[in-house]
């Protein structure tokens, strides 16, 4: 799949504001590893829960990364 990537020249401040760019920006793969960290504990946690927390668990989990890769904020 065709990636396109911001231009070498462009500062970090018109990689934020622009909308696909801002995956490329340090502040959001921050945001990803937090995410990643946050999706290991949790299915470390899920391992040694029952079914049924488990689908409350993985939601609620969601929820949360949904939340911090946001990109309103």
Known sequence: MFRRRPPAH???LERER?????????????????????WL?????????PIGA????????TFIAFMILDETA
């Open 54 to 61: 488990i689908a409350a668990w993985a939601l609620s989990t």
């Open 18 to 38: 622009h909308p696909s760019w801002r995956r490329f920006t340090e502040r959001y793969y921050r945001k990803k590893r937090i995410v990643r960290d946050l």
């Open 41 to 49: 504990v949790s299915g470390l946690l899920m391992l040694a829960a």
């Open 10 to 12: 462009a500062t970090d």
